[in-house]
């Protein structure tokens, strides 16, 4: 498909790498302009990659891109940094919560701490982010709220209790917008990967091996679609990844895959355990 971004402009937490920076790619390769947020600023340490990184990276694709700085356990940071976009681009039309903390852990494992961190990061980054652009959204007559986060399917996951409620958390935000802005023009969805997506946090994490895995690219691409469509007409909708492309007629996700073969639905399984192929 054929996008056309030219004059939108994206808000996009969590853009230093692994899917946040490629959907800031993407869309700046169609002529979108990026906010790139993030904590980290320079270059070095254990993470690769850094928000000014990404912002160097869209404006070599033809787009004005502006980095922030942003802690998203700070609310006062998300306020500052919201309205220093708007100040800089005029009008936002994207806002991406992609940002996220990840903790695998059972409960008896897991301290406080690092429960405060996935729900803070998560859940409440979310809602402070989102909260924080309605006014301008409605001002500027409507637009896109699009969350990283699995479809609400379950009300148990052992093994990993903290993190998924957390991501199960930001689906429910966006959804609930999803009602609560249906008269202002402003759509409020979900996308969520069918399978594991080769991110340093998945190999970190051990969640499978190369063959398991898929690049971030086939989320990025399901993101343009998503953003493309009427906000009036798509709203309330917790995606997959492959669904929303095989709706655009691609039957086959070979050149996403890191290895040969297609990868098994491990991604959907971890908040779906029933979840299944429609092919």
């Not at 005029?90 to 701490?113: F, K, Y």
């Not at 998945?202 to 953003?227: M, Q």
């Amino acid at each position: 498909m054929e996008y056309d971004f030219d004059g939108r402009t994206a808000f996009i937490t969590g853009t230093t790498r692994g899917i946040g920076k490629q959907i800031a790619l993407t869309l700046a390769e169609k002529g979108c302009n990026i906010v790139s947020t993030g904590k980290t600023v320079e270059e070095g340490g254990e993470l690769p990659g850094s928000i000014h990184k990404t912002k160097t990276e869209c404006e070599a694709r033809g787009v004005d891109a502006k980095a922030i700085q942003l802690n998203l356990r700070d609310e006062t940071q998300i306020t500052e940094a919201v309205d220093e976009a708007i100040d800089h681009f005029g009008e936002i039309d994207i806002v991406i919560n992609n940002a996220s903390a990840i903790q695998l852990a059972n409960v008896a494992e897991m301290p406080a701490n690092r429960f405060d961190l996935v729900t803070d990061v998560n859940v409440r980054g979310t809602y402070l982010t989102s909260r924080a652009f309605i006014p301008h959204l409605r001002s500027i007559g409507g637009g896109h709220i699009l969350t990283n986060a699995p479809p609400v399917t379950t009300d148990r996951s052992p093994g990993s209790a903290a993190y998924a409620w957390s991501k199960l958390g930001m689906s429910f935000v966006t959804l609930s917008l999803a009602r609560e802005l249906r008269n202002d023009s402003i759509a409020a969805n979900t996308i969520w990967p069918v399978t594991g997506i080769d991110t340093r946090a998945t190999r970190y994490f051990g969640l499978g091996t190369e063959d398991d895995w898929r690049t971030s690219e086939i989320v990025a691409d399901s993101v343009l679609e998503i953003l493309d469509r009427d906000p009036d007409t798509f709203s309330g909708n917790a995606c997959y990844d492959e669904e929303i492309l095989q709706e655009i007629g691609i039957e086959s996700f070979s050149e996403y895959n890191v290895t040969p073969g297609d990868p098994a639905p491990t991604s959907a399984q971890l908040f779906d355990p029933e979840f299944e192929r429609s092919w």
